[in-house]
């Protein structure tokens, strides 16, 4: 079950505290429930997956299409829809609900979402590059990349050259984020540190794929409590 993600919404960040007075920055993400729409098999698809629905749209904004696809599957629109492949489908049936409660035991996810769109940018802001220099002649192009290409041989310049352009608006994946806490009642959980996008953004959310060893927030500090009581002990 937990091959299966979620699609939530970005609200913003704040912070939590520890009883040891640590602050972790967290960003909170709100999801809504997913729907099952339809179980892909391999028999008939050549291959095993199943097709989930998240969020809420109008019927005046479905083309035909989907309102006819949504009509025959006798469910409400969703506006986004995403498969996942997993191997095992008879846990599943159409019109099934998943909520957050499917990362009930995992420590650690995976995120998916669109970075902050920052226009134009030039290469020493989009690829981080140190300028030309501010004296010996240098006229009036500090902030340039330098040169661009060769001469006659090759006498063209190389595709994927890091030169000024369009920066950000492109989807990210991070792995490994620690899920501080989550809220069921409404539908809140709480991933630390900062994520991908703006506010409102869509974020995709999966169990993390890597097995991690890493050890989460309260279990650092359940260690270190630990370490601090065990010279108490040897004074005795």
């Known amino acids: 079950m937990n091959e299966i993600g979620l699609i939530g919404k970005k609200i913003g960040m704040t912070r939590e505290f520890y ?13 809504d429930k997913g729907r099952v729409i339809q179980v892909i098999t391999k028999d008939k698809n050549g291959y095993n997956a199943i ?11 479905l083309s035909k299409q989907m309102k006819g696809f949504f009509a025959k599957k006798n469910t409400e629109p969703k506006k986004r ?7 095992n489908i008879e846990n599943f049936k159409e019109g099934n609900e998943f ?46 990349h330098g040169s661009t290409g060769q001469r006659q041989d090759p006498g063209k310049v190389f595709k994927n050259k890091k030169m000024a352009g369009h920066m950000g ?39 993390s794929v890597k097995n991690l060893r890493k050890l989460t927030m309260l279990e650092k500090i359940e260690k270190i409590e630990k370490l601090k009581k065990v ?3 040897k004074k005795k």
């Not at 009883?19 to 999801?31: A, M």
């Not at 620690?178 to 069921?184: A, C, F, R, T, V």
């Open 99 to 144: 909520g957050i409660e499917i990362f009930k035991d995992t420590k650690f996810v995976d995120i998916r979402s669109k970075t902050i769109g920052k226009g134009f940018a030039g290469a020493m802001k989009r690829h981080n590059f140190a300028g030309l220099r501010a004296t010996h002649g240098v006229s009036i192009s500090h902030r340039s």
């Open 169 to 207: 608006d492109k989807i990210r994946t991070i792995q490994n984020i620690e899920i501080i806490k989550s809220d069921l009642d409404n539908n809140l959980l709480y991933l630390k540190g900062s994520i991908p996008g703006s506010k409102n953004t869509e974020v995709l959310v999966k169990k």
């Open 51 to 61: 097709q989930m629905g998240f969020g809420k749209i109008k019927n005046s904004k």
């Open 231 to 233: 010279p108490e002990k």
């Open 81 to 87: 829809l995403k498969e996942f492949r997993v191997e």
């Open 19 to 31: 009883k040891t007075g640590q602050s972790v920055p967290v960003t909170v993400i709100k999801f």
